[in-house]
T-cell receptor
Framework: AAGVIQSPRHLIKEKRETATLKCYPI?????VYWYQQGPGQDPQFLIS???????DKGSIPDRFSAQQFSDYHSELNMSSLELGDSALYFC??????????????FGPGTRLLVL | QKEVEQNSGPLSVPEGAIASLNCTYS??????FFWYRQYSGKSPELIMF????GDKEDGRFTAQLNKASQYVSLLIRDSQPSDSATYLC?????????????FGKGTSLLVTP
């Protein structure tokens, strides 16, 4: 079965650089979620999109932005990177936001290292 | 205040024993409850979901839900060393746009040979 695809899987950046992470949801899934997970931490919700519109916003820094495109893939743009941005970034997708359709399936993650 | 509470552990059980993982939640309106397993450095993997009070069994896993007590648990029978991982409890909550999942901090399980 097709799963959530994330690219790149690993990324190394310098401080103050920018990074773009991509997420391709499971086919027919119209909802995408982004999470950040630091070492030893639980996944922290950043932002979500439903039908190409932002649906919910969590602890996403102002330096980050995201969008969902017409083919439902999503991109997380991170600017002015800081050392503390080093983390695993997960994307998840679901069938929607109705009760019973909100089960989230996670991608393999992008490991970002900021030097 | 975190709306989904889990004991961080580590919970250590011997191989072959039953591991019991617990989770409490604060939103009485929650309708869906999920257990994810996460190995170190890997992404969370859905193990089970449960919607109704009572037990739901899938192989060696049993999810138990008690909405009156706002409590959900995961039992792992015949625990194996490969079950050693962090188990995340997630509960659906009604957000501005619809339902989203609220995750607990996870319980670390260690199954010793």
């Amino acid at each position: 079965a097709a799963g959530v695809i994330q690219s790149p899987r690993h990324l190394i950046k310098e401080k103050r650089e920018t990074a773009t992470l991509k997420c391709y949801p499971i086919p027919r899934h119209d909802t995408v979620y982004w999470y950040q997970q630091g070492p030893g931490q639980d996944p922290q919700f950043l932002i979500s999109f439903y039908e190409k519109m932002q649906s919910d916003k969590g602890s996403i820094p102002d330096r980050f932005s995201a969008q969902q495109f017409s083919d439902y893939h999503s991109e997380l743009n991170m600017s002015s990177l800081e050392l503390g941005d080093s983390a695993l970034y997960f994307c998840a997708s679901s069938l929607g936001l109705l009760a019973g359709r909100e089960t989230q399936y996670f991608g393999p993650g992008t490991r970002l290292l900021v030097l | 205040q975190k709306e989904v509470e889990q004991n961080s552990g580590p919970l250590s059980v011997p191989e072959g024993a039953i591991a019991s993982l617990n989770c409490t939640y604060s939103d009485r309106g929650s309708q869906s409850f999920f257990w994810y397993r996460q190995y170190s450095g890997k992404s969370p993997e859905l193990i089970m979901f449960i919607y109704s009070n009572g037990d739901k069994e899938d192989g060696r896993f049993t999810a138990q839900l008690n909405k009156a007590s706002q409590y959900v648990s995961l039992l792992i029978r015949d625990s194996q060393p490969s079950d050693s991982a962090t188990y995340l409890c997630a509960v659906n909550i009604l957000s501005n746009s619809g339902y989203a999942l609220n995750f607990g901090k996870g319980t670390s399980l260690l199954v010793t040979p």
